[in-house]
């Protein structure tokens, strides 16, 4: 992705269902609407029958207007999940949410995920669904369970699992997240937007949630590796604290991209997820700005630079003796 052209019509994305297949991505570009993996309103599809294209578990509501994962009342969960496996290499999911309820701030809960995994309809602790995913996760996190002084809530973090690490509720998810930033998206008057973006390894999130007609960054990671055959789901739980967790659409748009020979003869659906990381996602901790920087060197950090630099010196010496030694050697041949 070279770059990114950042004016978009939401009101277009919820428009006409004619419209959509002209619709601009947040590159810039008109892509085609894979209406097996995307839902729309009136939401025909949806349902328990062999034809349909999704399913919904717990406390999901669909109505002709939203799909509401759990209504504002304490202790519920709810999900809805594509049935169709998803084999595009290359895509953009956009989601329509909207996140409401009486609750007033830091008393309200928990939030909502968007999920492209291996399983579909397993339930679980995070967000109505099981914290050992294989795949591709997206949190908004409303309530702060670890209650850090240096994070505001909502918090959208992103997260790439093979099976073999949870998530950790109790501590929103810190030392998995791959990133993530702070936004508000509770109570809006005007409609809030997602998208997903996954194209050649890179991950990227942008929202649209300040009604001005733009997307921002949230997200952007190279070196994810994702297989195909996945599924696309969303979900969202509540516990002491509620709130309304609706999607009013989830929409998705194939990328065309092209691959070397040897992308386009692999067999995408045996990649195991996973992430190439320069550092640890434990490292990261984000700033006011939104960015993410380094943690400070700690205690034990710092012994063991200095342990390193020591050992270091002590090779560079017994390399240089030896070398001396050797070329004291030689020139007694020579008298």
């Known amino acids: ?69 759990t209504p504002d009342e304490r202790s519920k969960q709810g999900s809805i999940w594509n049935t169709v496996p998803c084999y595009l290499k290359d895509w953009e999911m956009h989601v329509q949410f909207k996140i409401h309820g009486s609750g007033k701030k830091n008393l309200h809960g928990d939030g909502f995920a968007i999920w492209y995994t291996k399983d579909r309809l397993h339930t679980g602790t995070v967000f109505g669904s099981s914290a050992n995913f294989l795949g591709l996760a997206m949190f908004i996190d409303t309530y702060p369970n670890d209650e850090a002084p240096d994070r505001s809530f909502p918090y959208i973090s992103a997260m790439v699992n093979n099976g073999s690490l ?13 990133g993530g ?28 949630v300040d009604d001005r007609n733009d997307w921002k960054e949230c997200i952007d990671f190279g070196g994810v590796r994702l297989p195909t055959g996945y599924y696309f789901g969303a979900s969202a739980a509540t516990g002491d604290l509620s709130d ?35 550092k640890s996602p434990k490292d990261n901790i984000d700033d006011p700005t939104g960015n993410f920087r380094s943690t400070p060197l700690t205690g034990w950090k710092v012994f063991l630079l200095l342990l390193c630099a020591l050992l270091g010196i002590v090779v560079c010496a017994v390399v240089g003796a030896v070398v001396f030694q050797k070329r004291q050697e030689r020139n007694k041949r020579f008298y």
């Open 1 to 69: 992705i070279c770059c990114w052209v950042l004016k978009h019509s939401p009101r277009l994305l919820a428009g006409s269902e004619g419209a959509e297949e002209g619709r601009h991505i947040t590159d810039g570009n008109a892509e085609h609407l894979k209406r097996e993996h995307s839902l729309i309103k009136p939401y025909q599809g949806v349902g328990t029958s062999p034809s349909s294209q999704w399913d919904f578990w717990g406390s999901t509501l669909v109505t002709s207007q939203y799909v509401r994962l």
């Open 166 to 178: 949870p998530y950790d509720h109790g501590k929103d998810g810190r030392s998995t997240e791959l």
């Open 181 to 208: 930033c702070s936004v508000e998206v509770r109570n809006k008057d005007h409609d809030t937007y997602l998208a997903i973006r996954y194209s050649k390894g890179r991950l990227t999130i942008m929202i649209d």
């Open 244 to 278: 309304n967790h609706d999607i009013i659409s989830m929409k998705m748009y194939q990328l065309m991209v092209e691959h070397t020979p040897e992308e386009d003869n692999q067999d995408w659906t045996k990649i195991e997820p996973s992430v190439s990381l320069l």
